[in-house]
């Protein structure tokens, strides 16, 4: 292998090293996990403060049938009565039938105060159910998010330690002179070799000048860049 396609190797492993590390640091995916779990809890705190809204509906409906069947036992408590001991005392009967009628109106209002409730409940039922619909799709997201993350993790691992092994190998083949150059680049700007083309570097966005493009047309096994020192290269014939 020559020493230019040995350094590219390399720096394709320590790219390859760069990405993947950032993959096991997890932060995007921790980030996103951390998010829906956020998510999960603030849906959870509004589903149960509409089934506590539900159920006060249902104590307030439960009271008002209570006061319904109060007011109609009256009502049949006052007929008998008006029916059978009211006789012909007519102040009685007068009493009698404005308690009856005042027990209705009592009834038709509590009634309607019943079908406001059941209306309202059937309102806050649909909000409910839609973040029970919510909670179980997050849910979803989260063990899906959570097992991509694990099966990312653990390619990356596998693409870290290959990548290692090559950097070990190809380092131990390249003389100590042309590998500390290729580090103190990699350390200065990030790469040492980037590609050339339409004779700008990519490294540097920079144009390389005729002498350099020449010595890469030609052959040369490294190449420098007169710009940021790079190493540079064509990327496939169709550059040349």
Avoid: P, W
């Amino acid at each position: 292998m020559e020493k230019f396609n040995m350094l590219l190797e390399l720096q394709k492993s320590y790219d390859i090293i760069k990405e993947s590390s950032k993959e096991l640091k997890g932060g995007t995916y921790i980030y996103l996990l951390k998010k829906l779990k956020d998510d999960f809890e603030l849906t959870k705190g509004k589903f149960k403060e509409k089934e506590n809204e539900i159920n006060k509906l249902r104590d307030k409906y439960k009271l008002i049938n209570e006061e319904i069947n109060k007011a109609k036992y009256e009502i049949e408590k006052n007929e008998f009565s008006l029916y059978n001991n009211a006789g012909s005392d007519l102040k009685l009967i007068e009493g009698l039938q404005k308690k009856i009628k005042d027990l209705k109106h009592v009834i038709t209002e509590l009634d309607n105060n019943s079908l406001e409730l059941l209306e309202l409940e059937e309102k806050l039922s649909f909000e409910r159910d839609t973040f029970r619909v919510k909670l179980s799709e997050l849910k979803n997201e989260f063990e899906s998010v959570k097992e991509t993350g694990n099966k990312n993790t653990n390619l990356a691992k596998i693409e870290v330690e290959e990548a290692q092994a090559n950097v070990d190998k190809l380092e131990k083949l390249l003389s100590e002179d042309i590998l500390k150059k290729f580090k103190s680049l990699k350390e200065i700007k990030g790469s040492a070799v980037a590609k050339a083309d339409n004779g700008v570097c990519q490294g540097c966005k920079m144009r390389i000048s005729a002498v350099t493009l020449d010595k890469i047309n030609r052959g040369y096994n490294i190449v420098y860049c007169d710009n940021c020192g790079r190493i540079v290269y064509y990327n496939d014939k169709e550059n040349r």
